[in-house]
């Protein structure tokens, strides 16, 4: 096969429409929500989906590449840290006897932009592109590489179809000068430096064209610009090549250009093709291991995929100096920064399909605890209060001010009162040591952080004259409401936390004595303190109504307006625009799952055959889902309830958040939580699944349409595979690898060895 014809073939996508994401033509009032859901990132490097080509002169130069971690703060004064995009390496600019032929997308004839999921690339075909005297047929390809990080691949395609005249392909970087600071601007490699954060950033690059199946030399037009001109006929193949490598370096004072240029040569020497196929294997693994198969829903299917690409593309194991933010890298909405999100909606998907990249996630966590403990000093308490919203570094970043919808100035309150981000923190710790069993983990960073949030809990809370202890001043998940005293969830999480850090102190002490001398030492932690922090649990205000079994969602809750939200169905903006701030605050309407939430992470919390059903039944209602991270968890609830129909419909809720854009709010990026949460909605509700101390148990509520479910999890080290058919009424678990262990279906327990097949009935009885 002639290279040319490899290319070609590279630059098909994925047959299988149920593997693409297409989009036809161009629309302008969409372009910036399409360039959000067609974008490809492996976890260091994000580029959103805009179109290459140079639409001419623009005055502002849209954002496309980020890169992990590269934060800075810009100016000094009222300036909110965020993620500094990078230089565009992909502009590329034609020009037809010397005139530039400027591609304003919406003057290409026609135009098919597809995201290829299965191979995580993004490819446009069908571009003709058409001047006076010339006729261009244009297919393009770029990728990320999710084998070599560092490395970035563009390939484009021409085909003259019309046209015997002078042409010029020139291959430039776009925004050299746009939130970095050149270092050092050479012909290959560009060097920048954050203006305050002490970060560096490298990029180096090599073009190069082939006509008709020959290399054609560039002429060099200065710094990071080639070109190649050559006299054009009909006919002709015309094969572009670009790659770029990209290293960032976070230690002041340091040259990261060697390294990029060596990175680059690497990927040179293994060729396109042999970049694209280690990125191609890449990808086929993550999907062995993370897909989901849904037989009987296409849209459910498309869902999902959709999900776990933008999942995948998320995170990067090799990097623990940087988590996820509540935008991926795929738009600077909220500026890049870290929330809770990662830990609540993002952790189960990794840590139960990708170990590895929830390790580094929660080790971005360890190495923030010093930020964690300055903010909890700072404020007058013990141990670790992380950020509402973190950075680079892990110290509060949340703006203290923004402009509300009607154009008044809001105080954001967040940063001080949202704390429920450390029992969130210790909860995905916990889910990741139980899941994996990863007890170096747990030795080197995640007892240290169990135990400093729980110490920060202590302290937070105060015993008072009723002999309970309260945690007042806070904002719950649910943000309508502030400066609300003993939120339920924010409680019984915190004492969830307290306790797990106690189990953890005794585990320690009676499995690993040395390991514990040596971290209660160095944290100064007695014996005395660890009653103190038994009493404080134990005395900790919950909310919970004996008479009802309804958790109260604060203090003072359940006095506030009713108000009957199936009045207001069909209004297009939120709730607190509708009824007014102080209205809603006076009001118990929710913002997003707040009891609700408690309810999908604690479960055994809410005791009793009806507990759980009596707090779904009067909170679901009274949620707006002002937030995009509340329908998946509501859904979530309603699967593990048994209430199928209700949960489809908030699966589809959540899909449509990016999909089709419902929030109005998919330019600022994807929102990775809601596509954390369609994974948790179908893996944890749908199929039930939790995890025991013996093994794996399930539940399974399918919706009506699904004939069978199929995933894959890891546990300890294994790895199993879960069918499920509803058909028939069986589930069918494969153990891939590792040791023998139990799969239970509504807790009726299987001995689950490789190579011995197992088929169990999953009929109520
Ligand atoms: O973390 C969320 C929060 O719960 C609601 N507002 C948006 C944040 C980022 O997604």
Same mark, same amino acid.
């Given at each position: 096969? &002639? ?28 372009? $910036? ?54 230089? +565009? ?115 180096? $690059? ?20 080639? $070109?190649? $001109? ?81 999942? &995948? ?224 649990? +134990? ?116 899909? +449509? ?76 678990? &494969? ?31």
């Amino acid at each position: 096969m &002639t290279e040319q014809e490899a290319m070609q073939r590279v630059l098909q996508p994925t047959s299988d429409p149920a593997w693409v994401l297409n989009v036809d033509g161009y629309d302008p009032l969409r372009e $910036s929500s399409i360039e959000s859901r067609f974008a490809i990132s492996n976890g260091f490097l994000g580029i959103r989906g805009a179109r290459a080509a140079s639409r001419g002169a623009r005055w502002v130069v849209p954002a496309r590449t980020y890169v992990a971690g590269l934060f800075d703060v810009s100016g000094t004064e009222h300036a909110t840290p965020g993620l500094v995009p990078a230089a +565009d390496w992909l502009r590329v600019r034609f020009l037809a006897a010397g005139e530039p032929l400027l591609l304003h997308p919406g003057d290409v004839s026609s135009h098919r932009m597809t995201l290829d999921l299965r191979r995580g690339a993004l490819l446009s075909r069908g571009s003709r592109l058409k001047a006076p005297e010339l006729g261009l047929h244009a297919q393009t390809l770029r990728l990320v590489s999710l084998s070599d990080r560092a490395i970035g691949l563009q390939l484009i395609q021409l085909e003259v179809e019309s046209g015997a005249i002078d042409v010029t392909i020139e291959a430039s970087f776009e925004g050299v000068e746009l939130g970095l600071i050149a270092d050092r601007l050479d012909q290959d490699l560009g060097v920048w430096r954050t203006a305050q954060s002490g970060k560096h950033l490298a990029m180096a $690059s090599e073009p190069s064209l082939q006509i008709d199946g020959r290399v054609q030399p560039p002429t060099t037009l200065g710094k990071l610009t080639w $070109s190649w $001109s050559w006299k054009c006929r009909p006919g002709q193949i015309v094969c572009f090549q670009r790659f770029v490598a990209v290293v960032r370096s976070d230690i002041p004072d340091t040259d990261p250009g060697r390294e990029a240029r060596d990175r680059l040569q690497g990927a040179l020497h293994l060729g396109w093709s042999g970049v694209f196929a280690a990125h191609e294997a890449a990808w086929t693994k993550r999907w062995h291991h993370s897909g989901v198969e849904v037989d009987g829903d296409a849209a459910a299917q498309r869902a999902l995929r959709f999900a776990i690409y933008h999942l &995948t593309s998320a995170a990067n194991p090799a990097d623990e100096s940087v988590s996820i933010g509540a935008r991926a890298l795929t738009g600077d909405d909220y500026h890049g920064h870290v929330f809770w999100d990662t830990e609540i909606f993002l952790l189960p998907f990794y840590v139960l399909t990708w170990p590895e990249a929830a390790r580094a996630l929660l080790m971005y966590r360890f190495h923030t605890l010093p930020a964690a403990r300055a903010k909890a000093a700072r404020m007058g308490w013990r141990g670790a209060l992380y950020a509402w919203e973190s950075a680079a570094t892990g110290a509060e970043m949340t703006p203290e001010e923004v402009l509300g919808p009607d154009r008044q100035v809001i105080r954001i309150l967040c940063g001080t009162q949202e704390q429920h981000i450390s029992a969130d923190i210790a909860y995905a710790v916990w889910q990741y040591w139980h899941a994996t069993g990863d007890d170096g983990f747990l030795l080197e960073a995640g007892a240290e952080i169990l135990l400093e949030t729980a110490r920060f809990w202590a302290s937070r809370a105060t015993l008072e004259a009723d002999g309970r202890c309260h945690i007042r001043g806070v904002i719950g998940p649910d943000e309508y409401h502030e400066h609300i005293d003993d939120n339920a969830y924010t409680n019984v999480m915190a004492r969830w936390n307290i306790r797990r850090a106690l189990d953890i102190a005794a585990a320690l002490r009676e499995r690993w004595p040395a390991c514990w001398t040596a971290l209660a030492g160095r944290l100064r932690l007695d014996e005395a303190e660890l009653k103190l922090w038994r009493s404080v649990a +134990d005395t900790l205000i919950d909310g919970l109504q004996p008479t009802t079994g309804l958790f109260e969602q604060f203090a003072g809750y359940f006095g506030l307006e009713d108000i009957d939200l199936a009045k207001y169905a069909g209004r297009t903006v939120p709730m607190d625009v509708v009824l007014g701030r102080e209205r809603t605050q006076q009001s118990q309407v929710v913002k997003q799952a707040d009891v609700v939430a408690l309810l999908g992470l604690l479960p055994e919390e809410f005791k009793g055959e009806t507990a759980a059903a009596a707090n779904f039944r009067y909170y679901e209602p009274r949620c707006s889902h002002g937030s995009s991270l509340s329908p998946a968890m509501h859904g979530l609830v309603a699967a593990r309830m048994g209430d199928t129909e209700m949960a489809l419909r908030f699966f589809h809720r959540t899909a +449509d958040i990016d999909l089709a854009d419902t929030q109005v709010a998919t330019d600022g990026g994807i929102h990775i939580a809601a596509l954390g949460g369609i994974w948790m909605l179908t893996v944890l509700g749908f199929t039930g699944l939790s995890l025991r101390d013996d093994g794996i148990d399930i539940d399974p509520h399918l919706p009506g349409d699904w004939h069978s479910l199929a995933f894959r999890v890891q546990w300890r080290g294994r790895c199993l595979k879960i069918s499920i058919d509803q058909d028939r009424q069986i589930a069918e678990p &494969t153990l891939e690898a590792g040791e023998p262990m139990m799969f239970s279906v509504r807790s009726k327990r299987h001995e689950l060895r490789q190579g011995a097949g197992l088929q169990v009935s999953t009929a109520h009885p």
